[in-house]
């Protein structure tokens, strides 16, 4: 079965302060990794898709990251406003995505 | 693109009673997915349509849950006999018929009392 596993639960960021977070999966057959961003009462917003091991993709000042077994989502220079719950999904071979639990990024002034 | 609109946002009912929700992609969208999530876990997948046609269930859904894209436009999802376990965000979300990414609607919070 699928598994995937987010670390740390909670991270709480200076503003400036750069950090990473983990995304380790087991999944048979691996079509893609999947981060989104979510915001407190609110859906999750589509932020990257990783295909293959050793693709990087960028926007702002997130960078993420991908290995056969993790992804790393990498946060540079946060800013309060980057403060959210980041969740890594993998779907494997059909259409279901598979979620962590999410990483709480807060991100003070 | 308005992207993917769901109502209620928020359902208050008391234990046994039935509810509906409804979901609309984003146009164009031909495959559309309903999932749930509860407080401090992501998201867990349903059931997915492609076009009108229910293509996957997960096992979560009991016989009280049942879903439906009549026009493979918009989408409803219905849970008989409520119970309080059944509180959560339920999220519909949709892609497009080549693309993997799937975009999320804000949701709706279901409480159970």
């Known amino acids: 079965e699928d598994q995937v596993t987010q670390s740390p639960e909670a991270l709480r960021l200076q503003e400036g302060e750069s950090s990473s977070l983990n995304c380790s999966y087991t999944v048979s057959g691996l079509r893609g990794l999947f981060w989104y961003r979510q915001d407190p009462g609110k859906g999750p917003e589509f932020l990257f898709t990783l295909y293959s091991a050793g693709e990087e993709k960028e926007k702002e000042r997130l960078k993420a990251t991908l290995t056969k077994k993790e992804s790393f989502l990498h946060i540079t220079a946060p800013k309060p406003e980057d403060s959210a719950t980041y969740l890594c999904a993998v779907q494997p071979p059909g259409y279901k995505l598979s979620f962590g639990a999410g990483t709480t990024v807060t991100v003070r002034a | 693109d308005t992207g993917v609109s769901q109502d209620p946002r928020h359902k208050i009912t008391k234990r046994g009673q039935n509810v509906t929700f409804r979901c609309d992609p984003i146009s164009e969208h031909n495959r559309l997915y309903w999932y749930r999530q509860t407080l401090g876990q992501g998201p867990e997948f349903l059931t997915y349509?492609?076009?009108?046609?229910?293509?996957?269930k997960s096992r979560l859904l009991s016989d009280r849950f049942s879903a439906e894209r009549p026009k493979g436009s918009f989408s409803t999802l219905e849970i008989q006999r409520t119970e309080q376990g059944d509180s959560a965000m339920y999220l519909c979300a949709s892609s497009l018929p080549l693309d993997y990414e799937q975009y999320f609607g804000p949701g709706t919070r279901l409480t159970v009392t």
């Open positions: 349509f492609q076009n009108e046609a229910q293509l996957e």
